[in-house]
């Protein structure tokens, strides 16, 4: 699900930069902010109660930490923040790129834990989790896109910001 939000978010917004918005001009622009729409999606589960049945909920994210990982529930939440964090940092040129690079390394973080669920044949949402064979190649994509947005942000949107400069991101 989560990557077709971010494929449905891509075309979308490349699409609105097609007919003439700015923001979403370059293909890495638009997939910043597209996967800023899907780490929004994803980080709510991470605060998800119990009783939520269309989406996986905290306690299933739990389920995936692996028992070596301290503070399992507080890891969770804190994984929730990053993305949202991670989220915000994406649709601000100036934070983008440096958002990207912490992204992908989240990324890579978070493998372990995908890994983990399934082996341990975790259940999210009462669905079993992705097997490997699907889970890692997407989590490499994630790790792909965030670089690719990176591509986007200019040091000039940063000086544009403090010294008046206009935006002007390089179309890639």
């Keep these: 699900?989560?990557?077709?939000?971010?494929?449905?978010?891509?075309?979308?917004?490349?699409?609105?930069?097609?007919?003439?918005?700015?923001?979403?001009?370059?293909?890495?622009?638009?997939?910043?902010?597209a996967l800023a729409i899907m780490l929004v999606m994803t980080a709510s589960a991470h605060f998800a109660p119990a009783g939520v049945t269309v989406m996986p909920t905290h306690d299933d994210l739990v389920?995936?930490?692996?028992?070596a990982v301290p503070f399992p529930s507080g890891m969770v939440y804190l994984t929730g923040?990053?993305?949202?964090?991670g989220a915000l940092?994406?649709?601000?040129?100036?934070?983008?790129?440096?958002?990207?690079?912490?992204l992908a390394l989240l990324f890579v973080v978070l493998l372990p834990a995908n890994i983990y669920a399934t082996s341990a044949e975790v259940?999210?949402?009462?669905?079993?989790?992705?097997?490997l064979?699907?889970?890692?190649?997407e989590q490499v994509l994630y790790i792909a896109v965030a670089f690719w947005a990176t591509r986007g942000?200019?040091?000039?949107?940063?000086?544009?910001?403090?010294?008046?400069?206009?935006?002007?991101?390089?179309?890639?």
């Excluded at 389920?63 to 028992?67: A, E, F, G, Q, T």
């Excluded at 923040?81 to 964090?85: C, F, R, Y």
């Design 1 to 33: 699900m989560t990557l077709l939000v971010l494929l449905i978010a891509l075309l979308g917004l490349r699409g609105l930069g097609a007919v003439g918005v700015r923001r979403f001009a370059t293909w890495p622009a638009a997939a910043a902010h």
């Design 63 to 67: 389920r995936m930490v692996p028992p």
């Design 81 to 85: 923040v990053l993305e949202l964090l």
């Design 89 to 102: 940092g994406l649709i601000i040129p100036w934070t983008r790129r440096a958002t990207g690079y912490c």
């Design 123 to 131: 259940m999210l949402a009462g669905e079993p989790v992705s097997p």
């Design 133 to 137: 064979w699907q889970r890692i190649p």
């Design 153 to 172: 942000a200019s040091s000039l949107a940063l000086r544009g910001a403090f010294h008046g400069i206009p935006n002007t991101e390089s179309r890639r």
